[in-house]
């Protein structure tokens, strides 16, 4: 694997339409903005999330980025990937300090292909380091410093101001938008939604997928704090589903595991299930109830593309040890799959 020299992004990323009677009947016209495709090691909303902070981590002279992540992180890979291309070292800090001893599961193996170094946390002190770090307090920076030296700190997701104006940049290569458009992706923090939201032309809106049980109120709390801190100011473009997150994170219902398998076998294009499936599982749930008008145009997202086949720990295998938590994160029996903590 290639892990040096400079990404080269496919951009703009294509535009597939797909044709489907079932929404053709209900008079929606529905179109795939194929963003896994912008690179293999940095696909998707991670490159548009990273690139930008990237090039703020080198022009204020860091040479170290530090980030946080759950064992099979895709931010943690990208980050892992981008920052060996832009010959930054990379620190990754892992939620759960019991996969230090274990092998090596593929993302986490992947990301020290590219020289990340792993820290591996508890999870209280996983979630104390991020809360403080969100609520300025300079104790748990300072701790990490100490550690690790000066570095750029991404937040858990990859997911800040600059983060959601580099996904903005997305809806630049849609100039077509206009009324009757609707957008959609998933959400995992709200950065890329986020950034879509504050981007679309008048008459066009967004519709973003949770993914994360129990999220309502603060996912869109998050978004709307982003558009404050990046575009001074609230847009009342957008909203999220919270009917088809599956059960939590990870988790991959039998319904949905059937609707994503159904879907890859019509249109020919494999889908990623802990953020893409639930998000198009939730394009045809609105279809269905009538809520996407006669004459709605759908471009929905591809914000990165399926595990490797047959990778353990992807989505359809066990749970493993030390993924008990609150958020869907143990197998369990109507469930295709165990799932996992991740952010
Ligand atoms: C990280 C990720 C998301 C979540 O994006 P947010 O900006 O955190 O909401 C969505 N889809 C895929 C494939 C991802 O890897």
Redesign the pocket.
Known sequence: MDTSGPIRPRLPSPVWDVADPWLAERGVELRLKRD?LIHPLVP???WR?LTPNLRAAVEQGHTRLLTFGGAYS??IRAVAAAGAAHGLSTVGVIRGDELAGAPRNWSLARAEEHGMELAFVTRSAYRETLRGLSENDPGPLRGLEERWGSAYVLPE???NVL?AGG?ADLVAELPDLGSGDVVC?????????AGIAAALPAGARAV?FA?LKGADGYLEGEVAELHRRGWGRAFGDWRIEHGYHGGGYGRVPVELEAFAARFEERHGVRV?R???AKMLWGVYGLAERGELAPGSRVTAVI??PPDPEGSAGAVGAAGSAGTKGSAGTEGSAGTAGGGRPE?
């Open positions: 896994d998707g909303n991670k999330k895709n931010h997701g990859g997911t983060a996904a992706c998933a959400v995992g923090t709200g950065g890329t939604l973003g993914v990623e802990r953020y893409v914000t990165g952010a």
